[in-house]
């Protein structure tokens, strides 16, 4: 399997608890590096960006509302399949459904205050990168 990146934030409410470094440490724990990171105020314009696939459901607004609640991690994981890696060890979206063990199921708040976020195939996990890193800001 080929070492690949994904891109990963640690969201407001796990910020907010103190947890950032419980999610790095489940993350380093599934074999995945902390290549980049920084914490970061999100502004209004980068979330609506970020998560612009989404501008026309129903929760649109208030995930923009709470991506810019409070501090987030913004990171580049890098490891053997990191995408799938990354997701397998995040669990479902809603903490309901995550499997015990992982990030969600363990930390989360609920299905919008869901501790992290990660990308769902390279293709995204390039664009998302490239949002928020520059090339110099990732060393491997
Ligand atoms: P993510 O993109 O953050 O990795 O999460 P995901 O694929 O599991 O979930 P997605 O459907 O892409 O939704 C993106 C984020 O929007 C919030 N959400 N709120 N209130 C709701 O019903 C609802 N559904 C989703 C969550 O923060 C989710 O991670
Ligand atoms: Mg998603």
Redesign the pocket.
């Known amino acids: 399997m080929a070492v690949t990146r994904t891109f990963s934030i640690i969201k407001p409410d796990a910020t907010r608890r103190n947890l950032t470094g419980a999610v790095t440490k489940m993350l380093e724990d599934a074999g995945l590096r902390v290549v980049a990171s920084k914490r970061i105020r999100m502004t209004r314009e980068q979330a609506e960006g970020f998560y612009a696939v ?1 501008k026309e459901r129903p ?1 649109f607004g ?2 923009v509302e709470f991506m810019t609640s409070g501090p987030v991690v913004v990171q580049v994981l890098e490891g053997e399949d990191a995408v799938k890696r990354n997701r397998d060890i ?1 669990g479902a ?1 809603n903490p309901a459904n995550a499997e015990p063990g992982t990030i969600r199921r363990e930390l989360a708040e609920s ?2 205050a ?1 501790s992290v ?2 990308s ?1 195939s390279d293709e995204n996990a390039a664009i998302e990168i490239a949002f928020f890193f520059q090339p110099d800001e990732i060393v491997g």
């Open positions: 989404h929760f208030e995930l995040m979206t299905i919008e869901n976020h990660g769902d």
